[in-house]
């Protein structure tokens, strides 16, 4: 009796292992991607040609500086619905990317590990930076119900980043 269920369990066990490890391989190449894709995060921002368009999709404004550090022009405006708008900016030696969003999160989107970490004051908010090798590459700060951050490409002085955090609301 015991041999028979040694068996019995054998057999199932080869089954379970044969029935688990085969896939269809005759699957078209459409389906394969269509599956691949229904995993992936749709992105949330909407491209806006205007300021207004990124603020009534949003749900607020947002006052920016008249030109960033390098000369870089502004080259794309997006927003979330009631959530955030991002404006980026691009030229041949600096990019930048301003955000301000509703909450009070850390929504700069820059993930890098960097060598300084430090508060700084900027007329009476108090804005956390980092960077490397002297220069500043990410401000973050909250302000009333609002969260911002500026990013830029090339690092920035103290002096520049400050000046540049102090223009946006």
């Known amino acids: 009796m015991k041999k028979m269920l040694v068996i019995a369990i054998c057999i199932l066990l080869a089954l379970v292992v044969v029935a688990c490890g085969s896939q269809p391989n005759d699957l078209p190449q459409e389906n394969a991607n269509a599956e691949e894709q229904q995993f992936q995060i749709p992105n949330p921002f909407v491209d806006c040609a205007t300021m207004d368009d990124a603020e ?27 959530g955030m708008i991002e404006v980026l900016y691009g030229g041949e030696e600096k990019q930048a ?9 850390d929504i700069s ?14 007329g009476d ?3 956390t ?25 090339d690092g920035l002085s103290q002096e520049d980043m400050t000046a540049l955090v102090s223009q946006v609301a």
């Open 56 to 82: 009534l999709t949003a749900g607020f404004s947002v006052t920016l500086p008249e030109s960033v550090p390098g000369g870089a022009q502004q080259t794309a405006i997006r927003a979330t619905e009631n």
């Open 97 to 105: 990317c301003l955000r301000k969003g509703i909450g009070a999160e």
């Open 109 to 122: 989107g820059d993930y890098n590990l960097y060598e300084t970490t430090e508060e700084i004051a900027v």
């Open 125 to 127: 908010v108090t804005v």
């Open 129 to 153: 930076v980092k960077g490397n090798g002297g220069k500043l590459y990410l401000a973050t700060w909250t302000s009333g119900e609002y969260s911002f951050a500026v990013s830029v490409s």
